[in-house]
């Protein structure tokens, strides 16, 4: 029996990806407001975890990161995957005058992510096994005017996951980077209301977790979801900037 911990314990993609991996093992549920997870809790229960324990995290308190890490691993035996999935959307027109905002969600999606793994791929060298789920996006590719500073976080986390995976090849520790194309979710629902349409290829939450518990199931380090995302991800690298400014969202 291991654990499996969840950074982002409110997360629909984090919870739905936990669901599929705890069968047998206790769960860790890290975020804001630990006393009030019950939902999410009964959902892994039900799954077959045979725990579920809570943990407060405040992902842009920086400073409180290593404390929560070392926490979990004192107090949980050994880990078996850690999954990242915390982060904000933000309004992308407030982002591109508002350099406060713009900051906020580079510092919940790039710089806070940067210290939570590098904290949790620290304990699992020690460990010498486990697994890191790592949520990059089609977004971060090539990023585009409709959202650049989200999707400017997605390519700053994607290369640093890249380059940690390389530099953990043969300690025992494997990075799992899932690249989703646009979920249908509750982090894109005001982006929804606000009239804008899905994207080709779009997913659920459910969709989602179901291709990284397979990847992980397979001992991959990459998943592309879906699969055909990494060909129109490819093609995107060789459309003409003149073109390129002109996609919709």
Do not use: C
Request: glycine share 8%; charged share 20%; net charge positive.
């Amino acid at each position: 029996m291991g654990t499996i911990v969840l950074f982002g314990g409110r997360s629909e993609i984090g919870v739905a990806t936990a669901a599929r991996l705890v069968s047998g093992n206790r769960v860790v549920l890290a975020a804001r407001r630990p006393d009030d997870l019950t939902v999410e809790s009964r959902v892994l229960l039900a799954a077959g975890a045979t725990a579920v324990h809570t943990v407060a995290f405040d992902a842009d308190d920086t400073a409180s990161h290593p404390a929560v890490v070392d926490q979990i691993f004192a107090d949980h035996g050994t880990v078996e995957a850690v999954i990242v999935a915390f982060g904000i959307l933000g309004d992308a027109e407030r982002a591109a005058t508002d350099v406060e905002h713009a900051l906020q969600i580079a510092h919940t999606d790039y710089y806070a992510q940067i210290s939570v793994i590098t904290l949790v791929a620290n304990a699992l060298r020690e460990q010498k096994s486990g697994t890191i789920v790592v949520y990059s996006s089609i977004a971060g590719v090539r990023v585009r005017k409709a959202n650049y500073v989200y999707g400017s976080t997605k390519a700053g986390l994607d290369g640093f996951a890249s380059g940690l995976s390389d530099s953990l090849h043969g300690t025992g520790v494997r990075i799992l980077l899932a690249r989703p194309g646009f979920v249908i979710g509750a982090m894109t629902k005001d982006l929804m209301e606000s009239g804008v349409s899905p994207a080709p290829m779009s997913l659920t939450p459910d969709q989602v977790a179901d291709a990284v518990a397979a990847a992980y199931r397979r001992g991959r380090r990459e998943v592309w979801i879906p699969g055909r995302l990494r060909a129109v991800a490819f093609a995107s690298r060789f459309v003409p900037r003149a073109i390129w400014r002109r996609m919709p969202r």
